[in-house]
């Protein structure tokens, strides 16, 4: 379609089980400043860590059968670890003419770095269990050592933080302790966020850390690869009015709609979509 002369091009949705994805939505949008974007939060299903697999999976399906007919976007980024490595395939099966950009621990630029062989990955119990995430391993790191530490309080910590929350320092650092390995003289040199949420946090994790390590954010990557799926269009300029938040919810709180409200973003009604 043509908008004086401009074509008018689809826009991105971005998804995650809260508000962590937004550290994406912030590269991608960086890089791709011709799209619109919808940024999609579960938060109604949030934090993912604790789901069984079967429903988890089921949910997600179910609400991108909705998303896509609702906002019939280019493409897809699938913003969350938990919910690509689980349901990525179903997605891409159940959905064959949709691009998905998925999220997966970036296991294998961490392997590459690292100088110690030590890594960790600080993840959620979801993506801890994941086979996908073990094969990662098996696959790009068999030659380090690989801690993984699954965490189910630091979701929600990022996101009372990034709504301007305080957070009590000893809890984070139990939440990280684990990450910070010493073995026959060498430390961990490299901390994998494998959450989106936890780059929130990094400045945190930083001033609380035993010693200094790499913390490593996937977002940057992700947004890259976004747009090396979804070419730019000659002549195409931003969309008025179509970078939009949905909150399954339906009710984001007063916090949540002010910081979407500052990202650009207008909060729309989630009654169109109905997940399992």
């Not at 002369?5 to 939505?25: R, Y």
């Not at 990662?136 to 301007?164: D, K, T, W």
């Not at 890259?224 to 399954?248: C, I, M, N, S």
């Amino acid at each position: 379609m043509m908008t004086n002369g401009t074509p008018e091009l689809k826009p991105i949705l971005v998804f995650d089980s809260g508000i962590g994805g937004l550290t994406v939505l912030r590269e991608a949008r960086l890089l791709m400043p011709e799209r619109g974007f919808i940024y999609v939060a579960d938060d109604a299903g949030f934090p993912y860590g604790g789901w069984e697999e079967g429903p988890l999976k089921a949910r997600i399906v179910a609400l991108f059968g909705d998303l896509l007919e609702r906002f019939d976007p280019e493409a897809v980024i699938v913003a969350c670890n938990t919910a690509f490595t689980l349901a990525g395939a179903d997605l891409r099966l159940a959905f064959p003419e949709m691009r998905f950009i998925g999220t997966v621990p970036a296991i294998k630029p961490a392997a590459e770095r690292t100088r110690s062989g030590l890594v960790s990955v600080l993840a959620t119990p979801g993506t801890v269990k994941r086979a996908y995430t073990r094969d990662l391993i098996q696959s790009f790191a068999s030659q380090c050592h690989v801690r993984l530490v699954g965490s189910e309080n630091l979701a929600r910590m990022a996101e009372a933080y990034i709504r301007g929350e305080s957070l009590d320092d000893a809890a984070v650092l139990s939440e990280i302790a684990p990450c910070f390995v010493e073995k026959d003289g060498a430390r961990t040199d490299i901390v994998v966020l494998a959450c989106t949420h936890y780059p929130f946090l990094a400045n945190v994790f930083r001033r609380l850390a035993p010693w200094p390590v790499d913390w490593l954010d996937p977002a940057e990557a992700i947004a890259r690869q976004a747009r090396r799926l979804v070419p730019l269009v000659d002549g195409a300029e931003h969309p008025e009015g179509l970078d939009l938040a949905v909150f399954t919810s339906g009710v984001p709180t007063f916090s949540t709609r002010r910081l979407m409200q500052g990202l650009g973003l207008s909060v729309q009604p989630a009654d169109a979509l109905h997940p399992v």
